[in-house]
Antibody, heavy 121, light 106 residues
Framework: QITLKESGPTLVKPTQTLTLTCTFSGFSLSTSGVGVGWIRQPPGKALEWLALIYWNDDKRYSPSLKSRLTITKDTSKNQVVLTMTNMDPVDTATYYC?????????????WGQGTLVTVSS | DIQMTQSPSSLSASVGDRVTITCRASQSISSYLNWYQQKPGKAPKLLIYAASSLQSGVPSRFSGSGSGTDFTLTISSLQPEDFATYYCQQSYSTPEFGPGTKVDIK
């Protein structure tokens, strides 16, 4: 079965760079059409899509955050890494990674449990 | 950017009630509309994709309809485990989620 799990720091200081890792199993990111995305959710607020990487290394970013985001993959390790620069307290949120299935539009059918990242000095 | 709105923002209902949630896109998105359920402290769960297709394993009391700009999620008979927040998401272009609709116990 497909599982995903996020890992990274729980606390970062303002202006620092956040690096999150999504480790997954049950699928391969070398399979045509498959992707892994990142979505975040500030406490008590709605979901916000951040980035997506496809099996062929094609990358998509939220236009509003594009300048601060980088998404990469390590197919051999079954990992996807998201970096976000210049962190601010408003970036405090639970960050999720999720599986984008092949053959569908950009939706997410399996999600990690999420990791809460707090931005504070 | 395509903006998504949902109504109502919250509702109170009883077990057995029929519940309808509306999602509207700021421009036509054809049928590129998905619905998720999220319970407190948990990750979202995909319920409906392509406006009306039921995700595998999701109970048949959930249904979706609509196309273009107006969509609905219907729960035919609300069950205790359905109390949650529901989000729509357009996948026509850069993904955008709606603001959510919280369904709680009356």
């Amino acid at each position: 079965q497909i599982t995903l799990k996020e890992s990274g720091p729980t606390l970062v200081k303002p202006t620092q760079t956040l690096t999150l890792t999504c480790t997954f199993s049950g699928f391969s990111l070398s399979t045509s059409g498959v992707g892994v995305g990142w979505i975040r959710q500030p406490p008590g607020k709605a979901l916000e899509w951040l980035a997506l990487i496809y099996w062929n290394d094609d990358k998509r970013y939220s236009p509003s955050l594009k300048s601060r985001l980088t998404i990469t993959k390590d197919t051999s390790k079954n990992q996807v890494v998201l970096t976000m620069t210049n962190m601010d307290p408003v970036d405090t949120a639970t960050y999720y990674c999720a599986h984008r299935p092949r053959g569908y539009s950009l939706l997410f059918d399996y999600w990690g449990q999420g990791t809460l990242v707090t931005v504070s000095s | 950017d395509i903006q998504m709105t949902q109504s109502p923002s919250s509702l109170s209902a009883s077990v057995g009630d029929r519940v309808t949630i509306t999602c509207r896109a700021s421009q036509s998105i054809s049928s590129y509309l998905n619905w998720y359920q999220q319970k407190p402290g948990k990750a979202p769960k995909l319920l409906i994709y392509a406006a009306s297709s039921l995700q595998s394993g999701v109970p048949s009391r959930f249904s979706g309809s609509g196309s273009g700009t107006d969509f609905t999620l219907t729960i035919s008979s609300l069950q205790p485990e359905d109390f949650a927040t529901y989000y729509c998401q357009q996948s026509y272009s850069t993904p955008e989620f709606g603001p959510g609709t919280k369904v709680d116990i009356k």
